[in-house]
T-cell receptor, first 115, second 113 residues
Framework: KAGVTQTPRYLIKTRGQQVTLSCSPI?????VSWYQQTPGQGLQFLFEYFSETQRNKGNFPGRFSGRQFSNSRSEMNVSTLELGDSALYLC??????????????FGPGTRLTVT | SQQGEEDPQALSIQEGENATMNCSYK?????LQWYRQNSGRGLVHLILIRSNEREKHSGRLRVTLDTSKKSSSLLITASRAADTASYFCATWGLNQGAQKLVFGQGTRLTINP
């Protein structure tokens, strides 16, 4: 099976711009989660999508949003970028049953730099 | 805030030695998972232990879980240079109103040849 893919791998944006990141999960996985990783805050959960619906959400401002398509591919959007949004954004897919998640399969990440 | 606290933050040992990393968490969990991350790349799942399990093995990895103490440990035996990476524990459960996987800050493991 092909792994989780994320595009683009690297991105440089300026403050105030918006950005869209894309994630293609492993075939058959219906759950896609997004995480932000920074040296200061570590790995933080952004949100999870399952069958095109946001099922769980972390504690991030409304500037961070996402969606999932019928083929389980997911996009994450960040509007009005701030310097503090510079981070590695990781997407993960998993096979889940109601109420429990199994191992997450991570993509290589998108390194976003905001200048 | 992070659910898991990992100890130590950094560990440096000689190749062939065993490495032990510890993780503590705060809320009730469904399962606890360990992941490895090589230098700024994506995470790789190592092992999952359910809340009703006490110990699990996978190759050179041994994980224990003590739900009464809300703690887990990861033991890597006969370490190799390729084991150099950051290791994260992650707990799956209800946290701040959401079912989610919450990661610790990680342990940076360096294996010296």
């Amino acid at each position: 099976k092909a792994g989780v893919t994320q595009t683009p791998r690297y991105l440089i944006k300026t403050r105030g711009q918006q950005v869209t990141l894309s994630c293609s999960p492993i075939s058959g996985h219906r759950s896609v989660s997004w995480y932000q990783q920074t040296p200061g805050q570590g790995l933080q959960f952004l949100f999870e999508y399952f069958s095109e619906t946001q099922r769980n959400k972390g504690n991030f401002p409304g500037r961070f949003s996402g969606r999932q398509f019928s083929n389980s591919r997911s996009e994450m959007n960040v509007s009005t970028l701030e310097l503090g949004d510079s981070a590695l954004y990781l997407c993960a897919s998993s096979w889940t049953l109601a109420g429990e998640s199994y191992e997450q399969y991570f993509g290589p990440g998108t390194r976003l730099t905001v200048t | 805030s992070q659910q898991g606290e990992e100890d130590p933050q950094a560990l440096s040992i000689q190749e062939g030695e065993n490495a032990t990393m510890n993780c503590s968490y705060k809320t009730s969990i469904n399962n606890l998972q360990w992941y490895r991350q090589n230098s700024g790349r994506g995470l790789v799942h190592l092992i999952l232990i359910r809340s009703n399990e006490r110990e699990k093995h996978s190759g050179r990895l041994r994980v224990t879980l003590d739900t009464s103490k809300k703690s887990s440990s990861l033991l890597i035996t006969a370490s190799r240079a390729a084991d150099t990476a950051s290791y994260f524990c992650a707990t799956w459960g209800l946290n701040q109103g959401a079912q989610k996987l919450v990661f610790g800050q990680g342990t940076r493991l360096t294996i010296n040849p």
